[in-house]
T-cell receptor, first 114, second 112 residues
Framework: GENVEQHPSTLSVQEGDSAVIKCTYS??????FPWYKQELGKRPQLIID?????GEKKDQRIAVTLNKTAKHFSLHITETQPEDSAVYFC?????????????FGQGTILTVHP | DSGVTQTPKHLITATGQRVTLRCSPR?????VYWYQQSLDQGLQFLIQ???????AKGNILERFSAQQFPDLHSELNLSSLELGDSALYFC???????????FGQGTRLTVV
């Protein structure tokens, strides 16, 4: 089955810096790649997603890039703010399966210092 | 608020017991997904139901079962509970196959 590896496991940045989280996936048939943000004790919330027919997608300070050949995708957060501190999860799902049937990475704990 | 409702929020029970977790999807969503989140295993997909029928199965133990009722709410039944079953259990829902899934706030299960 699908395997998603996520790095780094922890990331500490100063407010205003950029943060980058990287994921690799194993199943070349995967075609949907969402990113979820989870604050302590709360539910995962979708912050951005990308489909395999697109190489990059931006939403204000957040961007995701996808390299299908290398089977990796990355989350970029610019101008980080303390409220960006949370656990971020990448995920992938296979073509032909539902977008809610996700294989998640292990998560990255992002800490933004004021 | 995602619109996905899970009850109870917290549950403490003893080993060997059986519990039922309940999920009400967003209005109009036909698919329900169950996930388990533990420190060592991360977020793991358990099972999916679509309009009352089982659609996909993941790493769900035989001691666990689920169903989706005609009103589209879903229940996850966990039996013969073990200490290692302590985790956050999330339900998510989506309206169609190729649409994003929204997560509920989770049920924290503690087995003592």
């Amino acid at each position: 089955g699908e395997n998603v590896e996520q790095h780094p496991s922890t990331l500490s940045v100063q407010e205003g810096d950029s943060a980058v989280i990287k994921c690799t996936y194993s199943d070349s048939a995967s075609n949907y790649f969402p990113w979820y943000k989870q604050e302590l004790g709360k539910r995962p919330q979708l912050i951005i997603d990308i489909r395999s027919n697109v190489g990059e997608k931006k939403d204000q300070r957040i961007a995701v890039t996808l390299n299908k050949t290398a089977k990796h995708f990355s989350l970029h957060i610019t101008e980080t703010q303390p409220e960006d501190s949370a656990v971020y999860f990448c995920a992938a799902t296979r073509r032909g399966t539902s977008y809610g049937k996700l294989t998640f990475g292990q998560g990255t704990i992002l800490t933004v210092h004021p | 608020d995602s619109g996905v409702t899970q009850t109870p929020k917290h549950l403490i029970t003893a080993t060997g017991q059986r519990v039922t977790l309940r999920c009400s999807p967003r209005s109009g969503d036909l698919s329900v997904y169950w996930y388990q989140q533990s420190l060592d295993q991360g977020l793991q997909f358990l099972i999916q139901y679509y309009n009352g029928e089982e659609r996909a199965k993941g790493n769900i133990l035989e001691r666990f079962s689920a169903q989706q009722f005609p009103d589209l709410h879903s229940e996850l039944n966990l039996s013969s509970l073990e200490l290692g079953d302590s985790a956050l259990y999330f339900c998510a829902s989506s309206v169609e196959r190729n649409t994003e899934a929204f997560f509920g706030q989770g049920t924290r299960l503690t087995v003592v």
